[in-house]
């Protein structure tokens, strides 16, 4: 089955600590996107690429950083710049075709703690 | 109803009632529009959408509808059932170069009575 993959599931990072996570996708999206989640609140997005090579920073890329070297590949890094880390980090793929945006899908989200 | 703070609105319902939640958008520009349904620990699953060229679009048991001119959206869910508890967000994306950039609203707490 297609899909997106998001590991680990659980993470926990010491502080000044750099942690990369991981999202692969399987679907031929050409276009994947990283969000964060607070508890009680909506996704905020914090980078995103649509094509290998390129990505583009959303609402909240301080902190963070990312790669896309290969289409089914975009893992996140959490850098020791980034405060306030702890969250829930949800990976999404989609077609660049946004007739097709019930193609946009969601990984099972990666859920970070500092300790 | 409003949220204040980190308190998402809540909706309970009985089994079998209508259940309407709403969204409030920001975006003028914003011209497509998305439900997405979050159960605990999990990832959003795209419920349905509807471009600003409509403001009516039904799906299998579900309805949004738009309104651009006080830009508000709803989510009907007709014959709720226990199984549609979980968190719902509206998202809303403005096309052209922010092609895939959805904002998300807060969210709404469904619980399902059965």
């Known amino acids: 089955d297609g899909g997106i993959t998001q590991s680990p599931k659980y993470l926990f990072r010491k502080e000044g600590q750099n942690v990369t996570l991981s999202c692969e996708q399987n679907l031929n999206h050409d276009a994947m996107y990283w969000y964060r989640q607070d508890p009680g609140q909506g996704l905020r997005l914090i980078y995103y690429?649509?094509?290998?090579?390129?990505?583009q920073k959303g609402d909240i890329a301080e902190g963070y950083s990312v790669s896309r070297e290969k289409k089914e590949s975009f893992p996140l890094t959490v850098t020791s710049a980034q405060k306030n880390p702890t969250a829930f980090y949800l990976c999404?793929?989609?077609?660049?075709?946004?007739?097709?945006?019930?193609?946009?899908?969601f990984g099972s989200g990666t859920r970070l703690t500092v300790v | 109803g409003e949220s204040v703070g980190l308190h998402l609105p809540t909706l309970s319902v009985q089994e079998g009632d209508n259940s309407i939640i709403n969204c409030a958008y920001s975006?003028?520009?914003?011209?497509?529009f998305i439900w997405y349904k979050q159960e605990s620990g999990k990832g959003p699953q795209f419920i349905i959408d509807i471009r600003s060229n409509m403001d009516k679009r039904q799906g299998q048991r579900v309805t949004v509808l738009l309104n651009k001119t006080v830009k508000h959206l709803s989510l009907q869910i007709a014959a709720t059932q226990p199984g549609d508890s979980a968190v719902y967000f509206c998202?809303?994306?403005?096309?052209?170069?922010?092609?895939?950039?959805?904002?998300f609203g807060q969210g709404t707490i469904l619980t399902v009575h059965p």
């Open positions: 998202a809303e994306n403005a096309g052209g170069t922010s092609y895939g950039k959805l904002t």
């Open positions: 999404a793929s989609s077609p660049r075709d946004r007739g097709r945006m019930e193609g946009y899908t």
């Open positions: 975006n003028s520009a914003s011209d497509y």
């Open positions: 690429s649509q094509i290998v090579n390129d990505f």
